[in-house]
């Protein structure tokens, strides 16, 4: 029974380390995101700016599936950091390969266009699929 008690109380330390290292990467993720963005998301939202939610949304869900796969893939906290930090990359720089495709979507976010919104957050979904599939080698 104490051998037991013993491996839940180690998994335990596991999962307290890598989770608190996951909220300190999203977080860190999301202030980033919102630093390299030139409009200011969470004011956007919370005046009820769809376009803003969409993309905002889909982007830290398109940096959360990568760090989930680096969490369930890495050898080690250290290396799940610094997959994590691959995937914080990755994201800004599709932000600003968007931003080269479509110049405008500086003013169209905050002038709710949420077409362009709802689109900036699929692509962040679809490059954080991607990069989380390619973690798994």
Known sequence: ???????????????VSYFGASVALLALFALAYAKVTPYREI??????????ASSYS???LGFTI?????????????????????ALVVQLAAFGVIRMIFPSIAQDIPNNQVSKG?????????I???NAACMTY
């Open 1 to 15: 029974m104490e051998e037991k008690l013993i491996a839940l109380l180690t998994g335990l330390g596991a999962f």
């Open 118 to 126: 709802i689109f900036l957050g699929a692509i962040s979904l679809v």
């Open 58 to 60: 889909g982007a830290i």
């Open 128 to 130: 954080g699929i991607i």
């Open 43 to 52: 004011n956007l939202i919370a005046n009820g700016n769809v376009a803003a």
């Open 66 to 86: 990568p760090l989930a796969s680096a969490v369930s893939h890495s050898v080690g906290l250290l290396d799940m950091i610094i997959w994590g930090i691959v």
